[in-house]
């Protein structure tokens, strides 16, 4: 098996097992227990895994939260419908790079009309389809978010009548909106299940990354070691940083709740394995052949085909033992991707 053919990564998946919609507990989803020593793996419920930590174990958590990057719109002139996904600022209030819709439609220049009578201009073409737009000077671009835009699902989930705050972590930060994605590992968690984590012994801390559509994009070069990653900001501060190091020193397992809690921790990481507060922006693509340095466990989802993501969880679980339980799962019908059941990596 050669682990850098992106065929290695591929498994069929029945269009039933994607989950369009969430439970109506966020703790009634499935868990699947998979241990890197190869052990047949445990089927549990989520609301299960506070009996399942041991005690002084560090939960890290990703507080970031998806701010409303759709705009729907109409192109100016003709009224075509369109619609632009902004991703991430690009130097100051007015100028985001963004995905736009029809793209071929929408040359530089081309004027979007918003819901509340703003404009939007399209600028130049950027690398991987993303476009360079441009909001009305004086305009906030929170409030023309919160005014006009829409949460941005993902394209598999075809229900859009979702509430907001199901594609939302109950520890969201409402200062931190700026992700154009959910970590959706935390989706699982309630205020009751977290409470009860500490009671059982557990501690908790929030680092932050702002995940960004490159992170979920597929892998498209058949040796996935010329893919290229997509940079995302990520900032972890001082307490959180001095709780990792310590339960480290102490022997505690640090529990990464979510590929984009191991992406951050593995860029903050030196060498030795000491954790460093501060901010900055990531790139880090792991797969097979990588040593971590943090993470004792994982809480992850279960990732697309082909997917970075996917590399990730067979790089910690090792790659054999990550589809078989990705095979498993789909015998015992587990709900797959953002709203899907979960598995704990140990």
Same mark, same amino acid.
Request: proline letters at 7%; a positive charge; hydrophobic letters at 35%.
């Given at each position: ?174 200062? /931190? /909106? ?19 984590? /500490? ?28 893919? /290229? ?118």
């Amino acid at each position: 098996m050669n682990l850098y053919d992106i065929e290695s990564y591929n498994y069929p998946i029945p269009p039933e097992l994607i989950a369009q919609t969430p439970l109506r507990r966020r703790d009634d989803s499935r868990l699947m227990r998979v241990f890197r020593s190869g052990e047949r793996p445990e089927h549990r419920l989520f609301s299960h895994i506070s009996s399942l930590i041991r005690e002084g174990d560090l939960f890290v958590m990703n507080d970031t939260r998806v701010f409303r990057a759709r705009i729907l719109g109409r192109k100016i002139p003709g009224g075509a419908a369109a619609e632009i996904f902004f991703l991430s600022p690009a130097g100051n209030a007015s100028d985001w790079v963004a995905l736009v819709r029809p793209g071929r439609r929408l040359p530089p220049g081309s004027l979007v009309k918003t819901e509340d009578g703003g404009t939007i201009c399209v600028g130049k073409r950027l690398n991987d389809g993303r476009r360079l737009v441009s909001i009305p000077e004086g305009i906030n671009p929170d409030v023309l978010f919160e005014r006009c835009g829409q949460i941005p699902l993902p394209p598999y989930i075809k229900n859009t009548e979702i509430p907001e705050e199901r594609y939302q972590t109950v520890y969201a930060d409402r200062t /931190k /909106k700026r992700s154009v994605a959910a970590p959706t590992a935390g989706l699982h968690f309630t205020p009751e299940l977290m409470e009860e984590l /500490k009671r059982r012994g557990a501690d908790i801390e929030f680092l932050t990354l702002d995940v960004g559509i490159g992170t979920f994009r597929p892998v498209k070069t058949n040796n996935i070691e010329e893919h /290229k990653m997509h940079s995302e900001r990520c900032e972890i501060i001082k307490r959180c940083a001095d709780s990792i190091n310590r339960a480290k020193s102490q022997g505690r397992r640090i529990v990464a709740v979510g590929t984009t809690v191991v992406r951050a921790l593995e860029s903050f990481a030196g060498e030795d394995g000491v954790i460093s507060p501060g901010g900055r922006e990531t790139d880090i693509f792991i797969k097979p052949g990588y040593r971590f340095k943090i993470p004792d466990a994982i809480i992850t989802n279960f990732h697309l085909p082909q997917s970075t993501l996917l590399m990730l969880a067979a790089s910690f679980a090792g790659y054999e033992n990550i589809m078989n339980a990705y095979a498993e799962a789909i015998r015992f019908r587990y709900r797959f991707f953002s709203f899907g059941d979960a598995m704990l990596i140990e």
